[in-house]
């Protein structure tokens, strides 16, 4: 966990983990961290994300809109629900939506932002070993890296995506989070575990799998979770981990004493409870319809 000076003086990078259709729960924490501590988006020199954490690292260096992202997340997940397949149904091809969506909104000059600055975790296919990619020389080639680190193989297809000719699949696979226990990086999961910025499970449970490069916690809604992932439940929750990832950068920002300015501190209590009275309003609004 970062100390308070060190936050403040020190630029620290940030690390999305793998998150499937929890990515939601990602978005939700960036739009915290926009709301309340823009600078520590602008100022991290390196982002980095894996499988759905790629998303939402795209997301933070490429500024992308927030809503529009959480919206194609859903109306992903509103598609896979239209069967008891779920996303293994024939129909549904969710690398395709992604591919698509991210044609939309990733601006045309995607790639000289995201040189040097975004990490997207994958796996190679012919050794498995996890590869970090940060150089594009093309918009095309930003969307190829996520779709990349997006694709379980079976779940989203028999052939996997290439990248300048390689094939690569899942990043989470061997490495579900980047950059994992490293100095001067702020981690985010929508899995509780030892992340900065995750769901706080039961205290009483103190037993943690260090698996796949990420610390995950044993518990029963952790395991919930993971299914989740996989399989989406209905919108209504996917807009609660919405508002559970703002919430939880909240408390984040508040346990390091992150200032807005020179002796101001952020109070959750003050300064974030409009933005997360209106974002937890807006997600059961979209659940009573």
């Not at 260096?61 to 293994?88: C, F, M, R």
């Not at 091809?93 to 045309?108: E, K």
């Not at 190829?144 to 079976?154: D, G, L, T």
């Not at 395991?223 to 439940?233: D, K």
Request: glycine share 8%; net charge positive; hydrophobic share 40%.
């Amino acid at each position: 966990m970062p100390k308070p000076a060190e936050t403040e003086c020190m630029p620290q990078s940030l690390s999305f983990s793998g998150s499937g259709f929890l990515s939601v729960y990602h978005m939700g924490a960036i739009q915290a961290l926009w709301d309340l501590a823009p600078e520590l988006l602008q100022s991290a020199p390196k982002v980095y994300g894996a499988s759905g954490g790629s998303l939402a690292a795209a997301a933070v260096v490429l500024s992308l809109n927030i809503d529009q992202v959480q919206k194609t997340i859903i109306e992903a997940a509103t598609e896979a629900s239209k069967s008891v397949l779920g996303p293994l149904q024939s129909k549904f091809n969710l690398i395709l939506i992604l591919q698509n969506a991210l044609r939309d909104f990733i601006p045309d000059n995607a790639h000289e932002e995201a040189t040097g600055r975004l990490y997207i975790g994958v796996t190679r296919l012919s050794d498995g070993k996890n590869i970090m990619i940060s150089d594009y020389k093309s918009k095309e080639e930003v969307i190829q890296a996520i779709i990349c680190s997006c694709f379980v193989p079976i779940y989203c297809g028999l052939v996997p995506p290439s990248f300048r000719g390689v094939r690569y699949i899942d990043g989470g696979l061997t490495s579900f989070q980047p950059r994992y226990g490293k100095t001067s990086m702020i981690t985010v999961s929508p899995f509780s575990g030892e992340i900065d910025i995750c769901p706080r499970d039961s205290p009483l449970c103190h037993l943690c799998l260090h698996v796949c490069n990420t610390s995950f916690q044993l518990t029963m809604e952790n395991i919930s979770r993971m299914s989740y992932a996989l399989f989406p439940p209905p919108v209504w929750m996917l807009n609660e981990f919405f508002g559970q990832g703002y919430k939880d950068a909240a408390d984040y920002l508040q346990r390091v004493g992150i200032n807005k300015a020179p002796g101001q501190t952020v109070s959750v209590t003050q300064q974030c409870k409009t933005g997360l009275k209106m974002k937890i309003l807006k997600a059961y609004q979209k659940k009573c319809k």
